[in-house]
Structure formats: structure tokens, C-alpha cells
């Protein structure tokens, strides 16, 4: 099966402008996750949906992140306006309901300046 | 308490021998512990999991022992080899939702 597709690769934005990254999940996976990973450290989740309902955004900077899920399958995650600290790696995972076949993106690295 | 702590940050290892990474959990709720390799580049690649109902599991060369009443487990890699350095993160949630919490991440360096 064709795996979780993320775009693009690699971004490099100034610091206040806003940036989107996209999501294709595996094909019948209901649940889409979003995370941050800093540079050493552990990915850290942002968003978890589950069709095209929020399950979890707790730890989402709602004043300059948003995330949907339209139609319950591909996904955006968007930043406006970006800061120098949300340089990281920004990762998508799908998995069907439970987290059986829970499987990562490449992800896309993102660089503030 | 969500943290999920790992050590060491890193290891390096002969080609052969055994590499051991420790993880500790506070949440007593958690009832799935996968363990993820990660290449640059690459997002993590789900390695082995167990649930808190064994105490033990093996694939390969790759084992995860659990301690339940201690809240810790750990990845032993036996025999490793020069294709195993990586970066190794341990991750604790739950099975019903899917969320997990992961640890800070160990690079391995396997020397030829």
C-alpha cells in the first residue's frame, strides 16, 4: 500500500509570514495526526482527527495554528503568522480507529528565518 | 503526568554487541508502548510494540522487556549492526486512542 504523503519536502519562510503543509493519509485510514519535532527532540502531537472531526488539539498554538481535514481524508496544517521557535520537522501520521497501522510521512522541514 | 523519559541520549556500540535503551512512564493509564526507528530524513518507522499484558517480546534481534510496576521498559538490539544506527524513540499511550507520547529520542552508532 502506498504510504502517508506529505508536501512539500523542505520550506524556508521569514519570520511572520504563514506557511501550509499538506497531508495524503494511507488510503482507509480514518484517524490523521500532525506533529512538531524540534530538532533532538521527540515528535510532539499537535492535532489528531478522526474522519473530519477534531479528536485532540490540546497542544496546538491555536492563536497561529490551524488544521483541517476536509471530506475526512487530506489535510492541512497551516502557520500564520510563523515564528523563529516553530522551525521543526512537521510530520504526519494515519492509522486506522484504535491505531492499528499507525505509519509516518517523510514530513516536511520547515526553517524561520 | 504525560513525559515519557529515554536515555541515554546516545550510544555507540561495536558491530555484534548489544544495545540497550531505557525508557520510564509516569501515566498508569498507558497501555501500548511502540518503539520507532528513525533515519534522516525519514519519518519514524514503528520497530516493536507491547502491550503492559506481557512482559516480554521478541522479533528478531530486536526484544522489548517491560516492567509494570516499575513504569519501564526497554529496547535491547542484539547482535547490532552497522545498518542499525539510527535514531531510536520509545512512545507510550493508549491503544483505544491512538495519541502517543514519545521519549526524547536516542541516536545509535554502530562501529564496523
Known amino acids: 500500500e502506498a504510504g502517508v504523503a506529505q508536501s512539500p519536502r523542505y520550506k524556508i519562510i521569514e519570520k511572520r509570514q504563514s506557511v501550509a503543509f499538506w497531508c495524503n493519509p494511507i488510503?482507509?485510514?480514518?484517524?490523521l495526526y500532525w506533529y512538531q519535532q524540534i530538532l533532538g527532540q521527540g515528535p510532539k502531537l499537535l492535532i489528531q482527527?478522526?474522519?473530519?472531526?477534531?479528536?485532540?488539539d490540546s497542544q496546538l498554538p491555536k492563536d497561529r495554528f490551524s488544521a483541517e481535514r476536509l471530506k475526512g481524508v487530506d489535510s492541512t496544517l497551516k502557520i500564520q503568522p510563523a515564528k523563529l521557535e516553530d522551525s521543526a520537522v512537521y510530520l504526519c501520521a494515519s492509522s486506522r480507529p484504535g491505531g492499528d497501522g499507525y505509519t509516518f510521512g517523510s514530513g516536511t522541514r520547515l526553517t524561520v528565518v | 503526568q504525560q513525559q515519557v523519559k529515554q536515555s541515554p541520549q546516545s550510544l555507540i556500540v561495536q558491530k555484534g554487541g548489544i544495545s540497550i535503551i531505557n525508557c520510564a512512564y509516569e501515566n498508569t493509564a498507558f497501555d501500548y508502548f511502540p518503539w520507532y526507528q528513525q533515519f534522516p530524513g525519514k519519518g519514524p518507522a514503528l520497530l516493536i510494540a507491547i502491550r503492559p499484558d506481557v512482559s516480554e517480546k521478541k522479533e528478531g534481534r530486536f526484544t522489548i522487556s517491560f516492567n509494570k510496576s516499575a513504569k519501564q521498559f526497554s529496547l535491547h538490539i542484539m547482535d547490532s549492526q552497522p545498518g542499525d544506527s539510527a535514531t531510536y524513540f520509545c512512545?507510550?499511550?493508549?491503544?483505544?486512542?491512538?495519541?502517543?507520547?514519545f521519549g526524547q529520542g536516542t541516536t545509535l552508532q554502530v562501529k564496523p
Open positions: 488510503s482507509g485510514h480514518a484517524t
Open positions: 482527527f478522526q474522519n473530519n472531526g477534531v479528536v485532540d
Open positions: 512512545a507510550a499511550g493508549s491503544g483505544n486512542t491512538g495519541k502517543l507520547i
